[in-house]
Structures are given as structure tokens and as C-alpha cells.
């Protein structure tokens, strides 16, 4: 999985079939896509580097914005990996080299059937970068998708998660 797509509940057949015409469009006719166990969720392994999906759907919505009409959100993820505290510090320990010394980030955490709590994964985190932390414009996200025994991770630019209606909400303005 390289994308993760949020949409209402009972739509994800749609979900499904606009993300798949969407990234046969753009370049990639055999995407897998599948349901997760949560209802409203959807994983995607695409070809093409997640990043240049959003921003070609970003350009979509600038375009044509009704066209989007079941994907809520696109979470782009880097790495999965098992559900366990040390498992994800250590594959984001891995991954942080990108975060230059003068640059800001944030943890972003959503769970999904875990016990875990998100301060302690904040915590062990945090503990492995020295850079400064800001939680409105951050220069990096540190993204955590945890989804019972699979977590997903992503440490991705400032403005990588695509929401696609506050995108709406901003193109019209």
C-alpha cells in the first residue's frame, strides 16, 4: 500500500471505481485497490509516486472539481509495517534523513482498532528527532496510519494529505 483513501461509509465501490479511472488517467491502468477492514477506508498501490497522484487530483479539483465526488481523503504512506511501538520508531528512524537540522515537522496519529496510545508513539518519536516542532506549518509531516496489525508511515512535505473538500472549499474562493 502507497495511498490511503478515506470516503463515506458504503461508498467505497465508488471510491474505488473513481480512484482507479483517476489513476488510469493518469498513467497507471493496473492499480490494486482494495476495502481494509474499516468501513470507509481504502488502500491503494499505484505505480506512480503518490505525491504526483495528489498533486494531479489537486490539479483536478482546480479544474473540474465536481469529477471528485467519493474520495474524502488521500494519505500518502511510505512504509507499512507491523503494529508495534518499536517496529514503527524504527522504520521512521530509517526514514527521517529527509528532515534537514533547520527544518520544523509534526506527528499526525490515527488509530484505528489499536490499544496503543498516541502519546507514547509521540513520545518515542519524538525522542529521535532534535528538530523544532509546529503544529500549523510544519515543513514535514510525520504521517502514522494505524490499522489493527498493519501501521502505515509516511514522512512527507508540508501539505501532502489531500482534503479533498477543504481543496473545494479553497478553490472557490
Known sequence: MNLLITCQRNLEEQTIDEIRNLLDEFGDSNPKISK???????????????????????????????????????IPIQKECESNLNVIRNEIAKMIFCINKDQTYRITIEKRNSQMKSQEIVTHIADLIPNKVSLEYPDWEIVIQIMGKITGIGIVPKNSILSVNREKRLDSC
Open 36 to 74: 481494509t477492514e474499516f468501513s470507509g477506508i481504502i488502500q491503494v498501490n499505484t505505480i506512480i509516486d503518490t505525491i504526483e497522484v495528489i498533486t494531479k487530483i489537486r490539479e483536478k479539483i482546480s479544474e473540474e472539481p465536481w469529477l471528485i465526488r467519493f474520495c474524502s481523503r488521500l
